[in-house]
C-alpha cells in the first residue's frame, strides 16, 4: 500500500519563491496554496478555516508585504501581512503539530556592516519591511516548537508576474529600453528562488534542527552588477549606468549593504553560476 503523501499548505504560492516551491514539492507531495482571491491572510478565522479543512504536514509562508516605500505608506498593512500573521502560524503549529516554514529578509539587517551576515549576526532594521519581517522572526522562534526560518536576499527566478526588481529590468531590455540606470552601491545577495526552493526542500527531508537558515547562493553583487550580468547572460543590448541609490528617492531608509552567508548549511553554487542557469532559460 503507497504511503500517502506529506500534505503541505503553502501561502503566497503565486510569488516568486512560492512558484518555486510549488515546482521542487510536485509530485511527492500534496500541495495546496490558496490563491489571493480565496484567501486573505489578515482574516485570522479564514486563516485558521484552511488550516483545519487542509490539515497540513508542513505549512510553508512565502507571503509577504513586500517593497520599502509600500510599507512606509501602510505600516498597519505591513504589520498585519509581515508579523502578525506569522504569529498567527506559530501559534497554529504549537497547537497542531505542523513544521513551520517562513521566509525572512536580509532587509533585517542594518546594511552597516563591511562582511556577510550570518545567523548569529544581530539584526537591526532600518525601515518598516524590515521591521515587520524582525517581527516575524522573533515571534516564530518564540512559539512555533517545529519551525524553520529561512531568511533570503534579493530574489531571480521563474513567476507569472514580473513586479519584481531584476524582472522588471529585463522585461525594460527586452521591450527595446536601452538605457537602464542601476544603483551601484545596494550590495546583496542574488539568489535563484529554484535553488533557494532546492534548499528548503532539503532542510525539512534532513529533519535539520529547528531555527533560523540563511539560505543564498554564494557571493555577492551589487545591484548593478547583477543586471549587467543578466543583460550580457541574455545578449541585450542595453547601455547600464551605474549611480547612487540616492537617485531614486525613497521615503524610507534603504538597506545598502546585506549579503548574506550559512555557518549551517553548505554554500550554494555561485550567484554568477544561478544566473546563467536562470538566463538560459528565461523568458518573456
Not at 241 to 255: E, L, R, T, Y
Request: charged fraction near 20%; include cysteine; hydrophobic fraction near 40%.
Amino acid at each position: 500500500m503507497t504511503a500517502p503523501r506529506p500534505r503541505i499548505l503553502l501561502f503566497g504560492g503565486s510569488g516568486k519563491v512560492g512558484t518555486a516551491l510549488r515546482a521542487v514539492f510536485a509530485g511527492q507531495y500534496q500541495v495546496t496554496s490558496p490563491g489571493r482571491d480565496a484567501l486573505d491572510v489578515r482574516d485570522g478565522g479564514r486563516v485558521r478555516q484552511i488550516v483545519s479543512e487542509t490539515g497540513p504536514d508542513i505549512v510553508i509562508n512565502a507571503a509577504a508585504f513586500a517593497g520599502i516605500d509600500a510599507c512606509e505608506d501602510d505600516p498597519a498593512g505591513a504589520l498585519e501581512v509581515n508579523t502578525l500573521f506569522p504569529k498567527l502560524l506559530a501559534e497554529l503549529s504549537r497547537e497542531r503539530g505542523f513544521l513551520l516554514v517562513h521566509f525572512s529578509s536580509d532587509a533585517v539587517f542594518s546594511g552597516r556592516s563591511s562582511g556577510y551576515y550570518d545567523e548569529q549576526s544581530a539584526a537591526a532594521p532600518v525601515n518598516m519591511y524590515g521591521f515587520t519581517k524582525f517581527g516575524a522572526d522573533c515571534f516564530i522562534s518564540a512559539i512555533a516548537k517545529r519551525y524553520y526560518i529561512a531568511r533570503i536576499s534579493i530574489q531571480f527566478g521563474a513567476c507569472s508576474r514580473n513586479a519584481q526588481f531584476v524582472e522588471k529590468m529585463l522585461e525594460k531590455v527586452s521591450n527595446g529600453q536601452r538605457h537602464l540606470r542601476i544603483s551601484d552601491d545596494i550590495t546583496a545577495s542574488p539568489s535563484h528562488s529554484a535553488d533557494v526552493a532546492r534548499a528548503v526542500r532539503q532542510l525539512i527531508e534532513g529533519s535539520a534542527p529547528s531555527g533560523l537558515y540563511h539560505i543564498a547562493n554564494s557571493g555577492k553583487a551589487s545591484l548593478y552588477r547583477l543586471i549587467c550580468e543578466m543583460v550580457s547572460n541574455l545578449g541585450l543590448d542595453a547601455a547600464i549606468d551605474p549611480v547612487p541609490q540616492a537617485s531614486f528617492p525613497s521615503k524610507g531608509v534603504k538597506n545598502g549593504y546585506t549579503p548574506i552567508t550559512s555557518t549551517k548549511l553548505p554554500p550554494l553554487r555561485s550567484w554568477q553560476e544561478a544566473a546563467a542557469d536562470y538566463c538560459s532559460k528565461w523568458q518573456r
